[in-house]
């Protein structure tokens, strides 16, 4: 949903793109760090 700012929010009120930047700040995501941790662990079997 649009408003007239241009912003796109959801039905709940929320700013999307912010919560997308926030989360681009954030770090690692759950399954970046699970991808990282095999990848790891595959390395060290070898």
Do not use: H
Request: a positive charge.
């Amino acid at each position: 949903m649009k408003r007239q700012d241009g912003k796109k929010y959801t039905s709940s009120g929320t700013d999307v793109d912010e919560v997308k930047r926030l989360n681009a700040q954030s770090g690692l995501s759950y399954n970046q760090v699970k991808q990282l941790l095999a990848d790891r662990a595959q390395e060290k079997n070898q």
